[in-house]
């Protein structure tokens, strides 16, 4: 766990900020910045061959009910991949990241509802917080947003509510994956776990190309890597890392999803509010205002509230093992008695 908890914390860290640096220099397109989070599944392919030549892997039949979530869930991801590109567009990353910490709340209410995650008051507690969290800051101050390269007025709005809507979205499609794919993949091995990224994001790649150049955006993305402030090979780097970071996210969260739960990914996940906009801050120079400061100290205290939640139903599940066995073994219950016990009366 601690291995994939290592590169949802890394990918999505370094994809934020790599996305930032896009619209910081000159980049313009939306759907560029959407693509970017799916279009770096071919790195995958080695690792896919390697994994389906495994002497380990179980065989198991083709199962149609997997392309048909294969497309339902990339054409999902790439209308959120849509919604936090134009967020991240016009909202200082430090404002973007706490916003994204409110994907915790929304993902224990959806998990609640979908997956039988009981709501305790720690639990409520942290929503609660993250609710709080964000009223603070939309109600901040001044021009909204104030920080390099942000929209004001009217872009910080439209940023807000798509940051907030795809936090929204992503926790409601993490709960249905683990749903769906918990009943459909049985195995949840490392081949299985590639090959969901890997046909998601291809769906999902196909829906935003066909958005690119039906939007005719691909038109002005030869001005924009001329235009770019730090040059079309630093263009070109800043799209490849982003799309590499965003992969390696994605292996870290299917596989905290498939291994554990969709809740724990989303805990992971939500340690990067601690991170990110104090890196904002030092790279993009963000005002860091005190209502900000506040909302920051309430979505630490909201996080630390859920892992101490998790940290108890921990304890209690162990204590619980211990305690089974510990038990005398009754052999009246075992099903070798049972099998014996009807050949004699046969």
């Given at each position: 766990m601690a291995i994939y908890s290592i590169l949802v914390l890394t990918g999505q860290s370094s994809a934020t900020l790599l996305g930032r640096l896009y619209f910081e220099k000159g980049g313009k397109s939306k759907y560029m910045a959407a693509l970017v989070q799916s279009a770096g599944f071919p790195i995958l392919i080695p690792l896919l061959?390697?994994?389906?030549?495994?002497?380990?892997?179980?065989?198991?039949?083709?199962?149609?009910?997997?392309?048909?979530?294969?497309?339902c869930?990339?054409?999902?991801?790439?209308?959120?991949?849509?919604?936090?590109?134009?967020?991240?567009?016009?909202?200082?990353?430090?404002?973007?990241s706490l916003l994204c910490a409110s994907q915790l709340g929304f993902n224990a209410l959806f998990s609640c509802i979908l997956n039988s995650q009981k709501l305790t008051s720690?639990?409520?507690?942290?929503?609660?917080?993250?609710?709080?969290?964000?009223?603070?800051l939309i109600s901040q101050p001044g021009p909204p947003g104030a920080g390099a390269g942000a929209g004001t007025g009217g872009k910080f709005a439209l940023g807000f509510i798509c940051t907030l809507t795809g936090a929204a979205l992503y926790a409601f499609l993490l709960s249905l994956e683990q749903l769906a794919y918990g009943k459909v993949l049985k195995g949840k091995?490392?081949?299985?776990?590639?090959?969901?990224?890997?046909?998601e994001s291809l769906v999902t790649s196909c829906v935003l190309l066909?958005?690119?150049?039906?939007?005719?955006?691909?038109?002005?993305?030869?001005?924009?890597?001329?235009?770019?402030?730090l040059g079309r090979k630093m263009y070109v780097m800043v799209l490849v890392f982003g799309a590499f970071s965003w992969q390696v996210f994605g292996v870290g969260m299917v596989s905290l999803i498939l291994k554990?739960?969709?809740?724990?990914g989303n805990v992971i996940s939500t340690l990067?509010?601690?991170?990110?906009?104090?890196?904002?801050?030092?790279?993009?120079?963000?005002?860091?205002?005190?209502?900000?400061?506040?909302a920051l100290v309430l979505a630490v205290w909201g996080f630390l509230s859920f892992v101490y939640q998790q940290y108890v139903d921990e304890v209690k599940s162990r204590a619980e093992n211990k305690r089974y066995f510990r038990q005398p073994f009754d052999v009246s219950n075992s099903l070798l008695f049972t099998i014996y016990h009807n050949q004699t009366e046969n």
């Open positions: 061959y390697i994994t389906s030549r495994s002497k380990n892997k179980p065989t198991q039949p083709e199962n149609l009910a997997l392309p048909a979530l294969y497309i869930f990339g054409t999902f991801l790439a209308f959120d991949c849509m919604l936090y590109a134009i967020g991240l567009m016009h909202l200082p990353v430090s404002t973007y720690f639990i409520v507690n942290s929503i609660f917080l993250l609710t709080v969290s964000t009223i603070l091995t490392v081949n299985e776990i590639l090959n969901v990224i890997f046909y066909v958005g690119l150049f039906g939007s005719g955006e691909w038109r002005g993305l030869k001005d924009e890597m001329e235009g770019f402030e554990v739960s969709c809740l724990f990067n509010v601690g991170v990110v906009p104090i890196l904002g801050v030092v790279v993009f120079k963000d005002s860091m205002s005190g209502l900000k400061v506040v």
